[in-house]
């Protein structure tokens, strides 16, 4: 069971980028998924979080220009980054809850993708 974050990249403050986590392996669906931030120095925080019913909750500094949202079918949840600023430059990753074909319930970390607000 894997997890594959993307779509990190360079990008001028206003921009916007769109991550990815996808779900692969030998499983039957995600639950609970988070995008967590975490720059140099700085400790890890929750981002953003969708639950298996697509509830969210968002960290106040991102509230109205990030949204989380999730593709079931795909097994993958996504990240719209929009109005980004420089202090939005981060390693971003997503951790889940997976539910593997022999039911089991399987907390994953997928690796980090570079997000760079810099003009």
């Known amino acids: 069971v894997q997890l594959q974050a993307s779509g990190g990249g360079l990008v001028q403050p206003g921009g916007s980028l769109r991550l990815s986590c996808a779900a692969s392996?030998?499983?039957?669906?995600?639950?609970?998924v988070g995008w967590y931030s975490q720059a140099p120095g700085k400790e890890r925080e929750l981002v953003a979080a969708?639950?298996?019913?697509?509830?969210?909750n968002y960290a106040d500094s991102v509230k109205g220009r990030f949204t989380i949202s999730r593709d079931n079918a795909k097994n993958s949840v996504y990240l719209q980054m929009n109005s980004l600023k420089p202090e939005d430059t981060a390693a971003y990753s997503c951790n889940a809850v997976v539910i593997t074909e022999s039911h089991r319930y399987l907390g994953v970390w997928g690796q980090g993708t570079q997000v760079t607000v810099s003009s």
């Open positions: 392996g030998s499983i039957l669906s995600i639950g609970y």
């Open positions: 969708i639950s298996s019913g697509g509830n969210t």
